[in-house]
């Protein structure tokens, strides 16, 4: 293991966010440090990066010192060739990143992909989360990404992905608009910033590595639920998510026995970029009361 260095380029960061590399399960990890309090560690979604939370970071660390990790082949992290991307690889080595920085037990919050690696992290060790923010997570009672995993990883469609959608920005600009409830909201930056990391070398083997193994790590995350159903819960969905359904919210909320909900009207899959100011609210609030 290598220590904490701080690392060169911020990749947006405002001033009092560190930002940081560490060695760990034998890859370069970039990730965020920022904040005084109890422990938060945030894990983004599917080709996202500790770039997602830009618009929330400086209000949650106010409550919280903030951990938010760049996941092993996304944003500015090492991407390794033939990178095991499956759910509980992938928890695994989330699980050893927090050993290798100090973080015995903390909260988590995980997001759309990062939700679904959030709870099978949490069913490996139960005892080092004490509760769960899980924002649009993806799971097996929402069908789209079943489909997608099949299209994107069949022949002849996996080497046209590779070969062509890493140059078209303007499909990446129109797939993320679909995220928003309500494109206007979309910050001054903000497709530069996900393009910066999405030009890195390897993004997309990432992607569709993830996308292999969809299907059964959706069946583990079901098998992951008795074992989190315990752990104080908090679950925050926008009604115009577009890609992780809001449908799916119930069979998933009826499956923990300690969760609240937050439904947001009017916003998409990326609450916390779309209503930054709300999205704080409610995790502070959910995090102190359940903390007395």
Known sequence: MI??????????????????????????WRYQKTGSGPTLLLVHGLLGYSFSWRNCLPAVAQHFTVYAVDLPGTGYSERPRHLDCCLRTSAERLLRFMDDVGIATCDLLGTSHGGALAITAAALAPA??????LVAPAN???PRGKFLSVLLTSW????????AFPHLSFVHEHYFRRLYGDPRRISPGTFEGYRAALEQERTFDY?????RT???????VKESLPKIADIPTLLIWGDRDTAVSPASMK??????????VLVMPGIGHLPY????????????????????
């Not at 992607?207 to 996308?211: P, Q, Y």
């Not at 969809?214 to 583990?220: E, I, K, L, T, V």
């Open 214 to 220: 969809w299907n059964p790590d959706m069946q583990s």
């Open 140 to 142: 097996p009672w929402s």
């Open 156 to 163: 002849p469609v996996q080497p046209m992905f590779l070969a």
């Open 251 to 260: 069979p998933l909320q009826q499956s923990l026995h300690n969760c609240r």
């Open 3 to 28: 220590a904490d260095r701080p690392s060169q380029d911020a990749a947006g960061a405002a001033p009092d966010v560190n930002n940081l590399d560490i060695l760990s399960s034998g890859v370069r």
């Open 128 to 133: 080092r989360f004490g509760r769960l923010v």
């Open 273 to 292: 970029e779309e209503a930054p100011e709300e999205f704080v609210r409610a995790v502070a609030q959910f995090l102190n009361i359940q903390a007395n």
């Open 207 to 211: 992607a569709l590595n993830i996308m």
